[in-house]
């Protein structure tokens, strides 16, 4: 079992950045695969993000060169660097944890992230 808990959404201007964090406790990190999510109103939530446990990372392509997921196995922590925002992010963005050796998904409560025009 892990508790996810997503911090650092909130109301940006386009063009700005934000910084996401997912803190994990109740299990060993390292052991998990992470991933940012996303959720517009009236619209599937889609991947924004991964990375793997070993480090490997993969984004969706409308936040390539834009976004970057990064992971502190010592701290326990996620995050999602966010640049050159668009009023299209706006969304409640999920940390997600995939154990490896299980294939288990838990998720966080979501954190919502707003960009104006």
């Known amino acids: 079992q892990v508790q996810l808990l997503e911090s650092g959404g909130g109301l940006v201007q386009a063009g700005g950045s934000l910084s996401l964090s997912c803190k994990a406790t109740g299990s060993i990190f390292s052991l998990f695969h992470m991933g940012w999510y996303r959720q517009a109103p009236g619209k599937q939530r889609e991947l924004v993000a991964r990375i793997t446990s070993g480090g490997n990372t993969n984004y969706a392509d409308s936040v390539k060169a834009r976004f970057t997921i990064s992971r502190d196995n010592a701290k326990n922590t996620m995050y999602l660097q966010m640049t050159s925002l668009k009023p299209e992010d706006t969304a409640v963005y999920y940390c997600?944890?995939?154990?490896?050796?299980?294939?288990?998904?838990?998720w966080g409560q979501g954190t919502q992230v707003t960009v104006s025009s």
């Open positions: 997600n944890a995939v154990r490896v050796a299980t294939a288990l998904n838990y």
